[in-house]
C-alpha cells in the first residue's frame, strides 16, 4: 500500500483530491489474501472520463461477480497529481486499495482512443512496470488492452503482452480462467501466452512479425509460432438478454462527465455510415428485450439515486420497442424527477409524441448529426437523410416549444468540395428561417443553433479505410471559410483542432513502426494528447522526424484498395470485399439501404449471431 | 410540511469530498429511498434540503447537520435508520429529530468545535500553549485573501476564536481543542488556523482536524436533547 498519511498529507494541493480517493458507493473491496486473481481496470484518462465510461462499469461488476477475482480502477493521475506523487516517491495505485500496479496480476487498459497512448505508456511508468512486452517477466502483471482501438493494435503492438479483439463479457473471463489455472502449476508467461492466443479473440502479437515492401507497405505477416492462428475473430455476444450487465454501479462522489444511470439498450448499428468505425465493428444490430432494459435501469435506480436515465447506444431511436420503454419508464418514474435522456436520436424516426412526454419532465436541448450539407454528400456517406427529414423534425420540434439546436458535421469527407462546405451554412440558415417563419404567437423561446464541425478520420474497418485525410492546411482553409460567411448571432459555429484529427488519423490505421514513436514522444513529455491544452504538436512532429516517419504517409495517403493494411489479420465478421463495394458505391454516390429495410451481405449473416440477420 | 435535522459524520477519506459533493450524496440516497420529500416549484425543480456552514476541504467532522422537509409526518428514528444504510462507509447518521422553528441551520449556528492534532510536532508544548494564550487573548492580526476581487482584510484571531485549549502530548503527536465563533463578519478556517500557527513558530509535518460539534448561541448541540 502506498504511504496514507504522505498521500493524504499532499492531496489538499492538487484540484479535486476526490478523483484519487475511493470508497464510493457500490465500489468493491475484497480481501487481497483470498482472491485467485487481482486485476487493476485501467482507464488512460482522469476519473472523470472513466467513469462515465459504460464499459468499465461493466467490465468492473463482471470481474467482482466472480468471488475469487478482485477488480480494482486505475486513472491517470492529472499533471499536479503526478508531480506530487513523483516527488513524494508515491506509484501509481489502483484505487480501492491503493496498492501500487506493479502487485497486480493484470493491468488491463481500455482503448477507446488513439490519443490516449501515450497516458497508457506514463501510466505504466508510473506505476515502475517495463513499457515494452519483452522487458516484462513473470514477476510483472500481465499488460493487457481491448476496446475500439484493439481493433488496429499494431501501434502500440510492442507495449501489451495480449490484446482483446471485440466484445469482453465471455472472452475476459476465459482469459482469466485460463490465468488461475496456469498459476496453480509452474507459471510460464511464454507458456500462458501460448495457451491464450488459441482462445478465439485473443491476439498475441509476440508470436507474429511484419515485414514490408520498398515503397512502405505491408509485404506480409509472418508467424513466429506456428499454433498461434492466422486470423483473430472478433468476439461478439449472442444472447443480448442474458449476457452480464451489472445491478449496481458505482456512485461517483464528484460531478463527472456523465453522472446518470446509462442503460445500454442495444449493440451495433442497422444504419451502414460509410464513416462510422463502430457501426461496422459492432455488428449486428442486436436488440435488449424491454423487460430487460426496464429490469436493469430498475435495479440501477435503487442502487445509486441518479436523477438521470440514459438510454444509450449508436442509435437508439432504432429500437423496435422504444416506445414502450419510454411509457413505462415515464410511468414509474416521471413523478419523481428524474430525466430520461436519448442520446444518439436519428432525426428520421424520431415519434414527436414520445419527446413531448420526455419534455414534461426535464428539458434538454436536441442534436442531430446532418454530417454534410449537401445531399450529394450524405448519399457518399450513406447518411440517408434528405433535406425534408431533416428539417421536419426540427419544426415539429421548435413548435413544441424546443430552442436550442446543435447539429454536428464534418470536413474532409470523401469527395468533399467547398461547396459541399458552405452548404452548412445555408442549412443552418434554413434551421434558423424555420424557427423565426412561423406565426408570431407560436415562437417560444431564443433560439440558438450551434454548428459543429469535426474533421474526418478515415478508421480500419470502414468503407473508407482507403481514403486520404485532407491535410491539415484544408481543414483550416474549410474552417476558416465557413467561419467566415455564418455571420448570424443566433448561430455558433465551431470545430474541431485539425491538430489533434491528424495525429489521431496517424494511430487509427498505423502500423507497427509507430509504436516507438509514442514511446519517444512519452519520454519526452506528451500526455494527455486529447486535452488540446496539453497537446504538444510540436514535439509529436519532432518525434516522427527522428525516428525517420513520415507522418503523411499514414493519415494523407490515398491506400490502394489491394493493399494489405495492418489489420487485415482480424476477421471482424464484416468482410473486406463488401467494404470494397462500399467505397466503390460511396464514390459513385449511390446509398445501401439500411439492415432492416434489405441485408445488403456484409458477411454478418454467415457468423449465426443473430439479431437483425435473423430477419433474412 | 415536516422539517427534520439531522446529524452526521463525514470521516477519514470523505474529508475530500466537497459540500457539493455532500449535498449530492445526501440528494441520491433520499431519492433511493423514496423519502416523501418535498420539490421547489419552477422550471427545474430541487429537494428542499438545506445544510449548516460548510467545513473546509480536508477535515474532517462528527457534528454536521442537514435539513430536509418532507410531505408527510415521518417517525424521525425510521428516516435515521434507513438514511444510514443507504451512505458510504464514513458518513454515518447519529440522529434525527423534527424541527418545529423557522430558523435555517446556518441562522441558528453560532460556534463550531473543533479536535486539532498536530503529527510530527517538531516545537514543544509549552511553546504551543504560548501561541494559544495570545491567539485567544491579545489577538494576533491576519489577513484574510478574499476570492473574486475583494480587497483583503485584516483580521483578529480573537474575533474569531473563543478558546484554544492544548490537550497534550504523545510521542510526536500534539492534541488541542480549538472553539471558533461564527459572526456577522465571518469566522476563521482550520487552514488559517494552522498558518497562523506556523507564522509563529510552531513547527509540525502533519495535521488533522475534526469538528466535533456545532453549536448554537446557548452553547447547545444543535440537536440537543
Known sequence: ?616 | MFKYTIRYTKTKELKFISHLDTLRVMQRAISRLNLPICYSEGYNPHMKMSFGYPISLGVESVGEYFEIELKENIDPMIIATSLADSLPLNMKIVDCVRYEGKDSLMARTAFNDYSLVLDEFESTVEELKKVALAIVNEGIEYTKIRKKKKKPKVCNTKDYIEKMEVLGSEGKMVAMNISFKLTETGSMKVSEVIDMLREQGIAFKYYNAIKLETYDRDRKPLIYR
Open chain 1, 1 to 616: 500500500m502506498v504511504n496514507i498519511k504522505e498521500l493524504e498529507k499532499h492531496l489538499l494541493e492538487v484540484e479535486k483530491p476526490a478523483r484519487y480517493i475511493g470508497n464510493e458507493l457500490n465500489s468493491i473491496i475484497k480481501n487481497k489474501q483470498t482472491v485467485n486473481l487481482r486485476y487493476a481496470f485501467a482507464f488512460p484518462d482522469i476519473y472523470e472520463v472513466g467513469m462515465s465510461h459504460l464499459g468499465m462499469h461493466i467490465l468492473y461488476g463482471l470481474l467482482n461477480s466472480k468471488e475469487d477475482i478482485w477488480c480494482e480502477r486505475v486513472f491517470a493521475p492529472w499533471i499536479d497529481m503526478e508531480e506530487v506523487m513523483k516527488e513524494n516517491d508515491i506509484p501509481l495505485f489502483a484505487i480501492e486499495s491503493k496498492d501500487s500496479i506493479s502487485e497486480f496480476d493484470m493491468v488491463g487498459f481500455t482503448l477507446q482512443y488513439e490519443l490516449s497512448y501515450s497516458n497508457v505508456i506514463n501510466m505504466l511508468k508510473l506505476g515502475d512496470i517495463p513499457i515494452r512486452s519483452a522487458d516484462r517477466d513473470e514477476s510483472y502483471p500481465l499488460v493487457i488492452a481491448g476496446g475500439p482501438c484493439a481493433m488496429n493494435p499494431e501501434p502500440v503492438y510492442n507495449i501489451f503482452d495480449i490484446f482483446v479483439i471485440g466484445e469482453g463479457e465471455e472472452v475476459l473471463l476465459e482469459l482469466c480462467d485460463l490465468y488461475k489455472e496456469e498459476r496453480k502449476g509452474n507459471y510460464s508467461k511464454e507458456e500462458f501466452l501460448k495457451k491464450a492466443c488459441k482462445i478465439e479473440g485473443i491476439y498475441v502479437p509476440e508470436f507474429y512479425e511484419v515485414t514490408y515492401n520498398e515503397d512502405g507497405t505491408i509485404r506480409e505477416r509472418i508467424k513466429t509460432y506456428d499454433e498461434a492462428p492466422d486470423i483473430v475473430k472478433r468476439r461478439i455476444i449472442k444472447d443480448m438478454d442474458n449476457s452480464y450487465f451489472p445491478e449496481k454501479m458505482i456512485v461517483p462522489f464528484i460531478d463527472v462527465v456523465h453522472d446518470r444511470v446509462v442503460a445500454e439498450v442495444l449493440r451495433g448499428c442497422i444504419r451502414g455510415c460509410r464513416f462510422c468505425q463502430a457501426g461496422m465493428i459492432f455488428r449486428p444490430f442486436r436488440e435488449k428485450k424491454p423487460e430487460t432494459i426496464l429490469k436493469q435501469i430498475n435495479m440501477l435506480m435503487e442502487a445509486s439515486g441518479h436523477e438521470e436515465i440514459s438510454l444509450s447506444s449508436l442509435s437508439t431511436s432504432d429500437h423496435s420497442q422504444l416506445e414502450t420503454i419510454i411509457i413505462e419508464l415515464l410511468k414509474q418514474y416521471g413523478d419523481k424527477k428524474v430525466g430520461i435522456s436519448l442520446p444518439s436520436l436519428r432525426l428520421d424516426s424520431v415519434s414527436f409524441d414520445l419527446i413531448e412526454q420526455l419534455q414534461k419532465v426535464r428539458k434538454s436541448g436536441l442534436t442531430f448529426a446532418p454530417e454534410a450539407g449537401t445531399q450529394r454528400l450524405r448519399d457518399v456517406i450513406n447518411k440517408n437523410l434528405t433535406e425534408e427529414q431533416i428539417l421536419g423534425p426540427l419544426k415539429t420540434a421548435f413548435d413544441l416549444g424546443w430552442s436550442t439546436v446543435k447539429l454536428y458535421f464534418m470536413f474532409g469527407l470523401p469527395t468533399e468540395t467547398m461547396d459541399d462546405v458552405y452548404a452548412i451554412k445555408d442549412l443552418a440558415y434554413q434551421v434558423k428561417d424555420l424557427f423565426f417563419q412561423r406565426p408570431k404567437e407560436d415562437i417560444k423561446g431564443n433560439l440558438k443553433v450551434t454548428l459543429s464541425a469535426a474533421c474526418f478520420i478515415p478508421k480500419p474497418f470502414t468503407p473508407f479505410q482507403w481514403a486520404a485525410q485532407d491535410d491539415m492546411e484544408t481543414f483550416y482553409q474549410k474552417a476558416h471559410n465557413a467561419s467566415r460567411i455564418i455571420k448570424d448571432n443566433k448561430v455558433k459555429f465551431n470545430y474541431h483542432d485539425p491538430k489533434t484529427s491528424f495525429l489521431e488519423a496517424i494511430f487509427a490505421r498505423g502500423d507497427r513502426r509507430l509504436a516507438e514513436v509514442i514511446i519517444d514522444a512519452c519520454d519526452n513529455g506528451c500526455k494527455f494528447d486529447g486535452w488540446t491544452e496539453q497537446l504538444k504538436f510540436y514535439t509529436w512532429s519532432e518525434m516522427f522526424t527522428k525516428n525517420n516517419i513520415d507522418a503523411s504517409f499514414y493519415a494523407n495517403r490515398l491506400r490502394d484498395v489491394d493493399e494489405n493494411l495492418p489489420w487485415d489479420f482480424i476477421d471482424i465478421g464484416v468482410s473486406k470485399n463488401f467494404l470494397k463495394n462500399e467505397y466503390k458505391k460511396a464514390l459513385a454516390g449511390v446509398t445501401t439501404p439500411n439492415c432492416k429495410e434489405k441485408c445488403s451481405g456484409c458477411g454478418m449473416l454467415q457468423n449465426h449471431i443473430g439479431g437483425v440477420c435473423d430477419r433474412v
